[in-house]
């Protein structure tokens, strides 16, 4: 049979294909260390557990509204209002199978074909193929650490052209840990206020910000409040990947089309996993901030010791879990007797010889960079560099 066309435009996901890769050495016995991954290492907290253990023993385990129990949508509404300042009625919320759907529903339900989304890089691998998949064309404004990663409103200005349908940012960013300050944030609405250009702004990693709270596009320009569509879940505030809850709020009339399509396609998220999330959004937070104060604790080692490697330099990250080191100091040349000649290619190397998993910055737009998750312990952290350490010295 004959595949889809349409899947031809797009490419497996780079994150999940090493992650593949890696478990897969793992089980063959191979001692792998892993930065691919995007997903905390702590357990989710016990009373969210408990809430979905609870669920399954009470028999809540049949399908829900497409949109979402009411208690989950109420308790979502709430943290927004108590975290951000933004008022959403539990009609302008679905909840997902992860923020990842939640994206790809967006797409889905604001872009017509040949449209075109602006997308700020480095950006997540699946933007791209999620932008394409809705028969849009992404429009990539690739930035580096000179600019420290963000989009400048002027460069954003000059992108604009009449078939521009939506901007597509991401802070605190993956793969960069970037974060947009409010002022950032109101000078790029500035630019779209008096255009029919629309937001989507993906906030999932809106909780693990180490210069305070991270500031959200919707709550930092109210002018554009109407033409947002925020994305956020509990996978990573929480440590619930695995839970797969996301959700989008946003205009009434967006958020019916998303849950018309999602009618068509997963249904409803998982009712278990919808009241452990209730637990996880109505419940104490205190286990966020323990999180989030370990994470600093891994940036800060992860960036010294990667600018303390010889053709390595790393800024630092303001939010998210991930380094994004600068590893063009170290291409074009031969390691192990083989070229390395692209970060693709020292990825490659670094998997095979130090048994060491990262993920190369082609996959986000960037080629000459690695990105490394530091949701990990301190000391894989240690071992992991002095692996890399040691399989970059010239031979």
């Known amino acids: 049979m004959k595949v889809s066309a349409r899947l031809g435009t797009i490419a497996p996901s780079a994150t999940m294909a090493i992650d593949a890769r890696q478990k897969a050495m793992r089980r063959s016995g191979l001692p792998v260390i892993s930065f691919g991954a995007g997903e905390p290492d702590f357990p989710t907290p016990e009373p969210i557990a408990q809430a979905g253990v609870s669920a399954i023993d009470s028999g809540y385990t049949k399908y829900t509204a497409v949109n979402g129990i009411p208690e989950l949508r109420e308790a979502i509404a709430a943290r927004l209002v108590s975290d951000v300042g933004l008022h959403y009625a539990p009609e302008q919320i679905?909840?997902?199978?992860?923020?990842?759907?939640?994206?790809?529903?967006?797409?889905?339900?604001?872009?017509?074909?040949?449209?075109?989304v602006i997308i700020p890089g480095p950006y997540w691998v699946s933007y791209e193929a999620q932008v394409l998949l809705a028969g849009g064309k992404p429009v990539v404004l690739p930035a580096t650490e000179e600019d420290e990663f963000k989009l400048a409103p002027a460069r954003l200005a000059r992108a604009l052209t009449g078939k521009t349908r939506l901007l597509l940012l991401n802070s605190p960013c993956n793969p960069t840990g970037a974060v947009y300050s409010a002022h950032e944030l109101r000078a790029i609405g500035r630019v779209l206020v008096n255009s029919?250009?629309?937001?989507?702004?993906?906030?999932?990693?809106?909780?693990?910000?180490?210069?305070?709270?991270?500031?959200?596009?919707?709550?930092?320009?109210?002018?554009?409040?109407?033409?947002?569509?925020?994305?956020?879940?509990?996978?990573?505030?929480?440590?619930?990947?695995?839970?797969?809850?996301?959700?989008?709020?946003?205009?009434?009339?967006?958020?019916?089309?998303?849950?018309?399509?999602?009618?068509?396609?997963?249904?409803?998220?998982?009712?278990?996993?919808?009241?452990?999330?209730?637990?996880?959004?109505?419940?104490?937070?205190?286990?966020?901030?323990?999180?989030?104060?370990?994470?600093?604790?891994?940036?800060?080692?992860?960036?010294?010791?990667?600018?303390?490697?010889?053709g390595i330099r790393c800024a630092q990250p303001d939010g998210a879990f991930y380094a994004f080191p600068n590893v063009s100091g170290v291409l074009e040349q031969r390691l192990g007797g083989r070229p390395i000649a692209t970060s693709l290619d020292l990825a490659s190397y670094l998997l095979d010889v130090a048994y060491v998993a990262t993920v190369p910055g082609e996959a986000f737009g960037a080629p000459g960079y690695l990105r490394l998750s530091y949701a990990c312990g301190l000391s894989t952290i240690r071992e992991g560099l002095a692996r890399v350490k040691d399989a970059l010295k010239p031979a």
């Not at 702004?201 to 109210?222: C, K, L, T």
């Not at 569509?229 to 505030?237: E, P, Y």
């Not at 990947?241 to 997963?266: C, Q, Y």
């Open 196 to 310: 029919e250009i629309g937001v989507l702004s993906d906030e999932i990693y809106q909780r693990i910000s180490y210069n305070g709270p991270a500031a959200g596009f919707p709550a930092a320009v109210p002018d554009l409040f109407d033409r947002t569509v925020l994305i956020n879940g509990a996978s990573k505030a929480y440590s619930m990947t695995g839970w797969r809850i996301g959700f989008a709020a946003g205009p009434l009339e967006v958020i019916a089309a998303m849950n018309d399509l999602k009618s068509h396609t997963s249904s409803n998220a998982t009712s278990i996993a919808q009241y452990a999330a209730v637990e996880a959004f109505r419940g104490p937070q205190h286990a966020v901030g323990e999180m989030c104060a370990a994470f600093r604790e891994r940036r800060d080692l992860i960036v010294r010791l990667l600018n303390e490697i010889p």
């Open 94 to 116: 679905t909840v997902t199978n992860g923020a990842k759907e939640a994206a790809y529903l967006a797409l889905q339900a604001l872009v017509n074909p040949g449209d075109e």
